[in-house]
């Protein structure tokens, strides 16, 4: 089940690269804009460097009296986005340099750790001046399927890519492509396209005959499209019946995107049309057919309606779902493996020299792996797919996710606040002495160097958690998660700055941006407001509808947590974040008290705003994501008022505290007028606003020079319009 899943609205910190400009020039052209039509109040611009000062080092950056050298964060481990295929043997990768982000293969041998740099080349394409999103194999024609887009504007289409010889062929050309997915045996392809750039849009269900012609749209049958109605295609899935005469899709009711359906849909039929699997009108949150679940019996299918994701069995012939597990926390992934190989390799050793034939009796027997996700840890479990009975548990510090598997063996990603990457090969099989008992073993594949990590971590790690206003149905004060990260070399008490995400915090993930604000000797606090995931399906829909109101008093009270706990003050403490965090920084620092009746308020010291939104109605009409926007602040038509006393741009005036703006030019999530409006907004109020616009750049900032120039950019705003106001 291929789904072009959107991705986290967050700004990505890559280590890709840019062969477009020299870093001087991306950083002149990221600034000209920002000192020529964009240019706030004069008493809050950035200051043009001196015309015979020294050049700056390339990776160095120099903050109150420091000097810190990027060189080892965005080129020590200069490679990401692993897409390993352990049925072929390889793995795609991408590779930062100075010429772009490259796209590499190499083979990919079970128990033999990767040099990545010994990778070849996949054409000659630079990546960070486009998006990714990722791709299958196609077996007929050993080549992938890739989604990606032309400029870095999300407008995702399916391409043919070569890995032999770098050819790159665009095979669709629709203004979105939700989903795609491979037949069994590869000779249909099925995909959701979506048509029109404005709500409400009309999806489109395709089936493709690859035996015909692999690459002509011109044996695409249009099935079944949702006319923008009560029921919709918006990021679908898509699985194929092992016969391949039906599918199950993902559907949306309502323009709801929790409240979703399994739609069968038969491709025999001479007027197709779908049918609900599962109770129309539930809000299940989450919903997933597991890949390879699907017989002709019924499949395997995840869904929280209940609170917390768990797995459930559903029956064709009784057209009823039964409970397999019972979680109270998320699952990050679910797939269908085998504890064992096929009977043709099940002679010879594993990976750690034990006799197969010794070890696995039970030979291709299916099993679920499971892995659950916690704030602070991941589980990682092997269950009996027709009963969900545990088989296998394993507990790791590390947030764990599953890159790919297939039949017995997996790789895994793993990394932590406090540990950097890591990617294992793994293997399930039985015990010598037992063959029901099932084990997991692991080897490393690759991860970062120890010296390279010991350079990059700067950061003493706590978590934490705080109390916010509100209290839970048991009269208690609601607690929430959050992890502080504090410089190793801490500067003094009334020196000290410490930056707040402003949404989608408290994961346990590795960043290099923190590591490097810490070494900087600025601290970060990563919260988990309401809204976040890891806590359970009610938690994480506690800010639907309520976009810029109760997750924005949850960052006040971080901020006074701070200020309790570790004894900063507020003209110490800034918000930042990317998309929805951008826009929860942008109100953060112009939030009405009279919201939500709290009468709250706090003053932010600062606040760096990447790829935000400042007017939420501009951003339902002119987004890719308006579904979105509905669920999370409400529906434009009916709540329009609610809606612009949530928009930072109606709010400019209450704006005290220095403000930075961050956009990429081709941004199509959150398109870049979003901050011109606002910083021109800003200017004519005389407020204090820095805008700063990456020409190229789509929702994130990618390319070598760029992120050098990001980081300087966000040291200059720290440097002119921060420090000053710790003395």
Aim: aromatic share 10%.
């Amino acid at each position: 089940m291929k789904s072009i899943l959107y991705p986290t609205l967050a700004l990505t910190f890559t280590c890709a690269l840019s062969a477009c400009a020299t870093q001087s020039d991306t950083f002149q052209s990221a600034a000209s804009l920002n000192q020529e039509s964009l240019q706030p109040s004069a008493a809050s611009a950035a200051s043009d460097p001196p015309s015979d000062a020294a050049p700056q080092k390339p990776y160095v950056v120099e903050f109150r009296g420091r000097s810190i050298d990027l060189e080892p964060y965005v080129q020590g481990f200069p490679f990401s986005y692993f897409q390993p295929n352990i049925e072929q043997q390889h793995i795609l990768y991408f590779e930062t340099t100075e010429r772009g982000k490259q796209l590499y293969i190499q083979p990919l041998k079970p128990g033999k750790e990767l040099d990545l740099y010994a990778g070849h080349p996949v054409g000659n394409i630079d990546w960070s001046t486009r998006n990714y999103w990722g791709g299958d194999f196609h077996k007929p024609s050993a080549r992938y399927l890739i989604a990606a887009d032309e400029k870095n504007d999300e407008r995702i289409n399916l391409y043919w890519l070569d890995t032999a010889t770098g050819a790159l062929e665009q095979t669709t050309d629709h203004d979105y492509i939700y989903a795609y997915e491979f037949s069994a045996d590869h000779t249909q392809l099925a995909y959701v396209a979506r048509h029109g750039t404005a709500e409400p849009f009309n999806a489109c269900l395709y089936v493709r005959d690859l035996s015909k012609d692999v690459s002509s749209p011109e044996t695409d049958q249009q099935i079944l499209c949702d006319n923008g109605g009560k029921d919709r295609f918006t990021w679908s899935s898509i699985q194929f019946a092992p016969d391949a005469k039906s599918l199950i899709l993902r559907i949306q009711h309502d323009g709801d995107r929790n409240t979703t359906n399994l739609a069968q849909i038969s491709l025999t039929d001479p007027k197709p049309s779908f049918q609900n699997l599962l109770k129309r009108g539930t809000r299940h949150f989450q919903l997933s057919l597991i890949r390879d679940t699907l017989t002709e019996e019924g499949f395997v299918y995840v869904s929280a309606h209940t609170g917390f994701a768990n797995l459930y069995r559903y029956d064709f012939k009784t057209r009823k779902s039964h409970t397999l597990t019972d979680y109270k926390d998320e699952i990050d992934s679910v797939t269908l493996m085998k504890n064992a190989p096929q009977p043709e390799t099940m002679h010879g050793t594993s990976f750690d020299g034990t006799p197969r034939a010794a070890r696995l009796q039970t030979a291709g027997q299916p099993v679920l792996t499971v892995i659950l996700q916690r704030p602070y840890e991941s589980e990682i479990l092997v269950l009996d797919p027709e009963t969900g009975s545990e088989l296998y548990r394993e507990q790791s510090d590390d947030s764990v996710s599953l890159y790919d598997d297939h039949n017995h063996a997996g790789v895994l990603r793993a990394s932590s606040v406090a540990t950097p990457f890591r990617m294992d090969y793994f293997e399930l099989t039985t015990d010598s002495l037992d063959a029901s008992t099932i084990r997991l073993t692991r080897k490393p594949l690759a991860s970062v160097p120890r010296e390279l990590a010991r350079r990059t971590i700067h950061c003493n790690t706590e978590r934490v958690s705080f109390p916010t206003f509100d209290k839970l149905p048991d009269g208690t004060t609601r607690m929430l998660h959050g992890y502080m990260m504090s410089p190793r070399n801490q500067p003094e008490p009334e020196q000290r700055i410490v930056r707040i995400t402003a949404f989608y915090g408290g994961g346990n993930y590795f960043s290099n941006n923190a590591q490097i604000m810490c070494e900087a000797g600025v601290a970060t606090f990563s919260p988990a407001p309401r809204g976040s995931s890891g806590f359970g399906a009610e938690f994480a829909a506690l800010n639907d509808g309520d976009l810029g109101g109760d997750e924005i008093i949850d960052i006040f009270y971080a901020a006074r947590f701070l200020e309790s706990q570790y004894g900063y003050k507020p003209h110490q403490i800034g918000v930042f974040g990317g998309s929805h965090g951008g826009y929860a920084t942008m109100r953060a620092l112009t939030f009405p008290p009279h919201t939500n009746n709290r009468n709250e308020s706090y003053a932010f010291g600062f606040g760096i705003s990447s790829a935000g939104f400042s007017d939420i109605l501009t951003f339902f009409e002119t987004s890719n994501i308006p579904d979105w926007v509905i669920l999370e602040a409400g529906d434009p038509k009916t709540e329009a008022d609610k809606l612009r006393d949530r928009s930072p741009i109606n709010h400019v005036e209450r704006l005290q505290a220095p403000l930075l703006l961050i956009h990429g030019e081709n941004d199509s999530r959150v398109p870049v007028s979003e901050s011109r409006r606002f910083a021109e907004r800003a200017r004519e109020l005389d407020r204090p606003v820095t805008y700063v616009e990456f020409p190229g750049q789509g929702h994130s900032i990618n390319g070598l020079d760029n992120t050098l120039t990001y980081y300087r950019t966000i040291f200059d705003f720290l440097t002119e319009s921060v420090v000053p106001q710790l003395h």
